[in-house]
């Protein structure tokens, strides 16, 4: 079975700082990767994706991921945070699970607190 | 364009009472259905899924269930709810693209079992 690591389980950084959190997978076949993120009292939306072609992928709000294959990571950075960026960030992974079905493994998630 | 419908936002309910959890998606037709709970430090674990009416896979045993009574509502239960019940439960819906279907999720409930 898939698992999701996400390192991080509470990051503070200041406002301009720059934001690097980390997710590794462990299946190694064709997945297909994801980054959701929580805003305070909001519901869970999809941030970026990757499907294939260029393993960095441009999301929302200034967001960018980075798909390296031979380490199973899909790494979330952005160069400088604002206070709005205030939110949980999750990342997922999807595979093949056989009989026809997908399965979508969710990381723990990270808590990212930006000090105006 | 499709939206997602869950309710009660918030729910408060004592040791051994039923539970029941709604959830409706407009704008599209046969979409895939599931439920997962949000705990503290934990992720998001999926407990149902559906792919269509009356059609459900557990991922998880425990003491939930979930039917799929149309083709656009999905509702979790319990006879009897436990403390560890608690949670924030998330439904979600997506089209189904096999590997690269996106998943789209609702605002969420908020169980607080007493």
């Known amino acids: 079975a898939q698992s999701v690591s996400q390192h991080n389980h509470h990051v503070i950084l200041s406002e301009a700082a720059s934001l690097e959190l980390g997710c590794n997978y462990s299946?190694?076949?064709?997945?297909?990767l994801f980054w959701y993120v929580q805003y305070p009292g909001q519901h869970l939306q999809l941030l970026l994706k990757?499907?294939?072609?260029?393993?960095l992928v441009k999301g929302i709000k200034g967001f960018e991921a980075e798909f390296i294959k031979s380490k199973f990571s899909f790494n979330l950075r952005k160069p400088s945070v604002q206070w709005s960026d205030t939110a949980e960030y999750f990342c997922?992974?999807?595979?093949?699970?056989?009989?026809?079905?997908?399965?979508?493994?969710f990381g723990k998630g990270t808590k990212l607190s930006v000090i105006p | 364009s499709q939206t997602i419908h869950q309710w009660p936002a918030t729910l408060v309910q004592p040791v051994g009472s039923p539970l029941s959890l709604e959830c409706t998606v407009e704008?599209?037709?046969?979409?895939?259905l599931y439920w997962y709970r949000q705990a503290a430090g934990r992720g998001l674990q999926l407990l149902f899924y559906?792919?269509?009416?009356?059609?459900i896979s557990s991922e998880v045993p425990q003491n939930l269930s979930a039917s799929r009574p149309q083709d656009r509502q999905f509702i979790l239960s319990s006879k009897k709810l436990l403390l560890s019940d608690s949670g924030f439960y998330l439904c979600?819906?997506?089209?189904?693209?096999?590997?690269?279907?996106?998943?789209?999720f609702g605002a969420g409930t908020r169980l607080s079992v007493l």
């Open positions: 559906s792919v269509g009416i009356g059609q």
């Open positions: 704008g599209t037709s046969n979409p895939n």
């Open positions: 299946y190694g076949g064709t997945v297909n």
């Open positions: 997922a992974v999807k595979e093949y699970s056989g009989a026809g079905s997908y399965q979508l493994t």
């Open positions: 990757y499907f294939s072609g260029d393993p």
């Open positions: 979600a819906w997506s089209v189904d693209r096999g590997l690269r279907n996106i998943q789209y």
